[in-house]
């Protein structure tokens, strides 16, 4: 902790000394950038004191666990930036909103936000993005999504942070049949929720299922289905090896309570959304052991130094918040709108669209292997294609344990995202 605020004073003392030379220009200079302090431009959420990021969280809804640890994530960031002198002179203030998962109080709420805000360092949802999507272009505010849909990289203003649900899916499949868990020819059932987050992971599951000569049954499910009784049966009598999730906690605690009550027995993998260290404490507890959650952020308890850092700060700050990966997820989310607003304050642009300018010209931002390196310079691609691997553990914190650190499978690499352009 004081070593990671003693970089970030040092960074910030690096750029006030900058400003301090860039304030010596003339008046007429200063006039000329749009009134930003030090010859910085600036419009929305912008000041000659404070930089102001909305928060648009779940925090009454289906994913109000993982809301609230993302956003202790980002408020710890917000804490040790402003202790170590902020950001381009400016301290850092977050906005905060929550739409309980449903894409009408989002566009409701946006409007409101929008005119506070130079961007939005964390978006929970599919749903809502996809309700904002326009907005968000029409407006040009930068946002890093807790959705994790390659569909969306066609959207200008999204700054995915780590990879998306078809490559998870991907790469969580390879680990399987590394642990020879899968063999080619194999059939994996899929129970995916209809919409956005759902159909990616779907993609994934059937990617790989083209390059192993695998049968993918499908099983489409609203986000109100509880009970997966009859399609887990279903699944059983088509003879799967294992089922993929990309589902609410809540169904993953059915698929998975049906999982052994039935007999079936096989190992499951879900994606980041899919498992609540809250499952722990639900009748389906018993359960859970045959599940592996793919995701690019490391789990709560994971030994990766930084990951463990964060934990304990987080812990100390928010005895009472939910622990899970959602906590690391939204301190590396909000490190990267970080180096986003350090190369727009080195270019001299504060505005809305001297962020999108600054995002494009990075091509490895590295988070001390709290998500893979990023690389923001290739239109419609992923930044990046590596994940961790976690099991759950009911004696971890978070209740996942690491199995398999960052690692990237060959098809993952080799597989080209709906809107790549090269």
Avoid at 183 to 188: E, F, L, R, S
Avoid at 236 to 256: D, N, R
Wanted: hydrophobic share 40%.
């Amino acid at each position: 902790m004081i070593d990671r605020r003693r970089r970030l004073a040092a960074l910030a003392g690096g750029l006030a000394a900058g400003l301090v030379l860039a304030a010596c220009g003339s008046t007429a200079d200063n006039a000329s950038s749009g009134g930003g302090s030090g010859g910085v431009k600036t419009d929305k959420g912008v000041t000659d004191t404070t930089i102001t990021l909305g928060v648009m969280t779940d925090r009454t809804g289906v994913f109000k666990n993982l809301g609230e640890a993302l956003t202790g994530g980002n408020e710890l960031w917000v804490k040790d930036v402003n202790a170590a002198g902020g950001i381009c002179g400016r301290q850092l203030a977050l906005e905060i909103v929550d739409h309980g998962y449903k894409a009408d109080t989002a566009k409701t709420l946006y409007p409101q936000l929008e005119p506070k805000i130079l961007g939005i360092t964390q978006l929970v949802g599919s749903p809502v993005l996809a309700a904002l999507k326009q907005n968000l272009i029409d407006d040009n505010v930068l946002t890093a999504p807790a959705s994790w849909s390659s569909e969306i990289l066609n959207n200008p203003n999204v700054m995915m942070i780590g990879t998306t649900y078809d490559l998870e899916i991907i790469d969580g499949l390879a680990y399987l049949q590394q642990q020879g868990l899968l063999a080619d020819g194999d059939t994996i059932g899929h129970i995916y929720i209809d919409g956005e987050y759902g159909g990616n992971g779907l993609r994934g599951s059937k990617y790989y299922a083209s390059k192993h000569n695998m049968t993918v049954q499908e099983a489409k499910i609203t986000s109100t289905d509880n009970d997966l009784a009859n399609i887990v049966t279903g699944l059983k009598g088509a003879g799967v090896k294992a089922i993929v999730l990309t589902t609410t906690p809540g169904q993953t605690a059915s698929a998975m309570s049906n999982n052994a009550a039935l007999g079936l027995n096989v190992p499951v993998l879900g994606n980041n959304p899919t498992f609540d260290p809250a499952l722990l404490q639900s009748p389906a507890a018993a359960s859970l052991d045959k599940l592996y959650v793919a995701a690019s952020s490391a789990p709560f308890s994971s030994p990766t130094p930084k990951a463990v850092e964060v934990a304990n700060d987080y812990k100390a700050t928010y005895p009472d918040k939910p622990k899970n990966a959602g906590a690391q997820a939204g301190y590396v989310e909000s490190l990267v709108w970080q180096s986003v607003l350090e190369k727009a304050c080195q270019n001299g642009d504060l505005t809305r669209a001297g962020v999108q300018t600054a995002l494009k010209s990075l091509t490895s931002v590295t988070t001390d292997n709290l998500v893979a390196p990023l690389d923001y310079s290739i239109p419609g691609a992923p930044p990046t294609r590596g994940v961790y691997i976690a099991k759950v553990d009911q004696n971890a914190e978070g209740g996942l344990t690491e199995v398999a650190p960052l690692f990237t499978a060959p098809d993952a690499q080799g597989y080209k995202a709906p809107h790549q352009q090269s």
